[in-house]
Every structure is written in C-alpha cells, then in structure tokens.
C-alpha cells in the first residue's frame, strides 16, 4: 500500500481509508453489512452560505496542491492522476469522526479553520451538490454544439458525476450520534 505523508497526516490508499472488516462479513456471501445512519435529511445547498462554500474550496484546493506536490515528489517524473476533491470529501468525512490530537493532525493536514469545523462541512455539502448539478449543464452545452459527426449524440449517463465514498467499520463498532448526523446532512449518507 502506497501512503504519502501530508503535513503529519498520512493519505492512504482510500480503499483502505477507515476501513475495518471483520472475519464475519467475508465467510458468507449472503451476509449483508449492517448500516449506521442518522435519519435526517441532507441540507440543500440553497441553504449553505456562500462563506462556507468558499471556505471549502479554498482548503480543498491547498489540499489538491498539497497532494499533488507529495505524489510528484514521490514519483519522480511521468504522468500523475489524482483525485483530490475525492480524498478531501473522503478526508473530511472521516473528520468528523476525529477527536484530539487526530483532529488537530486533520485540520492542518486538510487546510481547515479548526475553530470554524461544522463550515467546512457545510462547504463540501454545497460543492459536492454543485459538482453534481453540472452534468445537465454540460450535456446541454455539449447538445448545443451539433452536429456530432459521425459519433453518437451524447447520452446523458455520460455527464453524471458520481462522487462515492463511504466509511466502514467493524461491525459491532458504535458509532456516534453526532458523527452519523453530519454524514447524513453534509454527505447525503
């Protein structure tokens, strides 16, 4: 497993991110995982200010930059691919669950105002459902500029951006209230 350090904080791999299986779940192949979730709603993005948004942008892009550097560095040269906006959703996801001196690790790490913590979910709420608004845009530019040539008219699956990140623990793991709050309303989880 590759890991790059990042200001004390070290991205893994995010197959890996927060991962915990337990010997149960992979003895049968019709054990289904429990899931842990709060039952309210994800908040709009009409509802997040417009500082909380660019809060979120401004540390997401420190982290890209970051990110970016440390793989670069790592690699030497070539060809480089990275998702940034995946690792900081993924990232701020599991800060929500972090306490103490993992928190205080996270927030330098990530760029984020750690006296103004609940913005930066509010943030990524608004930009993930931004991003996700897009796809229309995009397609009916895209249709806008017919003829196609010889190829397919474009297909609207083609512009559907699907950010998918979850949060697995053991399964007798409790988990916290609070924490399950901000996934469900920032997250959509």
């Known amino acids: 497993m590759r890991t790059h350090s990042l200001g004390g904080?070290?991205?893994l791999t995010l197959s890996a991110l927060a991962s915990a299986c337990s010997s149960s779940?992979?003895?049968s192949s019709d054990a289904q995982p429990s899931i842990a979730k709060a039952a309210v709603e994800r908040t709009p993005a009409s509802a997040i200010s417009n500082d909380a948004l660019s809060a979120a942008v401004m540390a997401n892009n420190a982290l890209a930059v970051d990110l970016y550097q440390h793989v670069l560095t790592d690699l030497g040269s070539?060809?480089?691919?990275?998702?940034?906006?995946s690792a900081s959703f993924a990232l701020t996801m599991t800060y929500a669950g972090a306490a103490s001196d993992t928190a205080t690790e996270m927030a330098s790490a990530l760029h984020i105002d750690p006296s103004a913590t609940s913005t930066i979910f509010d943030g990524q709420n608004?930009?993930?459902?931004?991003?996700?608004?897009?796809?229309?845009?995009?397609?009916?530019?895209?249709?806008?500029?017919?003829?196609?040539?010889?190829?397919?008219?474009?297909?609207p699956d083609d512009y559907d951006l699907h950010i998918v990140n979850s949060v697995w623990g053991e399964e007798t793991y409790h988990w916290e209230q609070p924490f399950l709050t901000i996934l469900a309303q920032d997250y959509g989880t």
């Open 9 to 11: 904080f070290a991205i």
């Open 25 to 27: 779940a992979h003895e």
């Open 78 to 85: 070539g060809n480089v691919l990275i998702s940034p906006i």
């Open 126 to 155: 608004a930009l993930s459902q931004a991003l996700a608004e897009r796809g229309a845009d995009a397609l009916a530019a895209a249709q806008q500029n017919a003829p196609y040539g010889n190829g397919p008219a474009p297909s």
